[in-house]
């Protein structure tokens, strides 16, 4: 990974990472697989480890319900000093909007500390290609622990 410490300040810059990947089910395991990989080399601990994976799974799961044809799932994780936010998003028919009812989104608000989802287009979301083509997104926000009871 690369160093995201400022040399000067010793703080810790932000830093993006980029995965764009199959709906298909035996691909998701590989965006799961980022976000603890990412989340163990932030030094969170291994419960929220765990609850990253968990939550990143359910969300791909959920937008992979919702992606038009064969389009790709883009995730996009940033580190920051205080977490990591992750957004996900997958092209989808115009009008198409993310469930959030049910299991599964009730588990995504117990595992993250932040979750936010709606319809979208690629010109507005992270690492989309500026056109008006609809989007289904869910963005989560885990923080680290010692940061978790501030607001964000």
Same mark, same amino acid.
């Not at 680290?144 to 964000?152: E, G």
């Given at each position: 990974?690369?160093?995201?410490?400022?040399?000067?300040?010793?703080?810790?810059?932000?830093?993006? $990472?980029?995965?764009?990947?199959?709906?298909?089910?035996?691909? $998701?395991?590989? &965006?799961?697989?980022?976000?603890?990989d990412l989340?163990?080399?932030?030094?969170?601990?291994?419960?929220?480890?765990?609850?990253?994976? $968990?939550?990143?799974?359910?969300?791909?799961?959920? $937008?992979?319900?919702?992606?038009?044809g064969d389009?790709?799932?883009?995730?996009?994780?940033?580190?920051?000093?205080?977490?990591?936010?992750?957004?996900?998003?997958?092209?989808?028919?115009?009008? &198409?909007?993310?469930?959030?009812?049910?299991?599964?989104?009730?588990?995504?608000?117990?595992? &993250?500390?932040?979750?936010?989802?709606?319809?979208?287009?690629?010109?507005?979301? &992270?690492?989309?290609?500026?056109?008006?083509?609809?989007?289904?997104?869910?963005?989560? /926000?885990k923080k680290?622990?010692?940061?978790?009871? /501030?607001?964000?």
């Open positions: 990974m690369v160093d995201t410490t400022a040399a000067a300040t010793g703080e810790r810059r932000p830093e993006r $990472l980029e995965l764009r990947v199959p709906t298909s089910p035996t691909q $998701l395991p590989a &965006v799961r697989a980022m976000a603890g989340a163990m080399r932030m030094d969170f601990d291994l419960d929220a480890v765990e609850d990253l994976r $968990l939550a990143v799974d359910e969300a791909c799961a959920t $937008l992979s319900s919702v992606a038009l389009a790709p799932l883009t995730v996009v994780f940033e580190a920051f000093r205080e977490g990591l936010r992750i957004d996900a998003w997958v092209p989808t028919e115009p009008g &198409v909007d993310v469930p959030r009812d049910g299991f599964g989104w009730a588990v995504l608000h117990t595992l &993250v500390d932040t979750v936010e989802a709606g319809p979208n287009t690629q010109a507005t979301v &992270v690492a989309g290609d500026g056109s008006a083509s609809p989007v289904a997104c869910i963005a989560l /926000v680290l622990r010692q940061y978790a009871s /501030v607001a964000q």
